[in-house]
């Protein structure tokens, strides 16, 4: 049997991916699912845009690109911190403003969780 990790998933991150296509939100979930059995998908990389310890799926879908950034480290559960519909005018960065967006959530988690 394998040790799962729940995932959890902050409302406006859920919101935001329920409104991604459903082929989409399926091969995302399916990423997921490896994190949470403990692997990481071939779609999933570190994300560089926060300290250690959180990861962003990438996936491209149509001519779209869309995002779900989740981190590991911040209790027993795997937790969704954002979704978005990558809409970047600078190639393969992701936007500053939702970089600082997934920063100050994630800060914010900490605190909670302390």
Request: aromatic share 8%.
């Amino acid at each position: 049997m394998r040790n799962t990790r729940p995932i959890s998933w902050l409302k406006a991150a859920r919101k935001e991916f329920e409104e991604f296509p459903a082929e989409a939100q399926r091969e995302m979930l399916s990423a997921l699912t490896i994190a949470a059995e403990g692997g990481k998908a071939d779609i999933a990389k570190p994300f560089k845009g926060v300290d250690g310890g959180a990861f962003e799926i990438a996936l491209k879908h149509r001519g779209d690109a869309f995002r779900v950034i989740y981190a590991v480290q911040l209790g027993p559960d795997l937790i969704v911190v954002d979704a978005f519909q990558k809409k970047s005018k600078s190639g393969i960065k992701t936007p500053k403003v939702d970089v600082d967006r997934i920063k100050d959530r994630i800060k914010r988690l900490k605190e909670a969780l302390r």
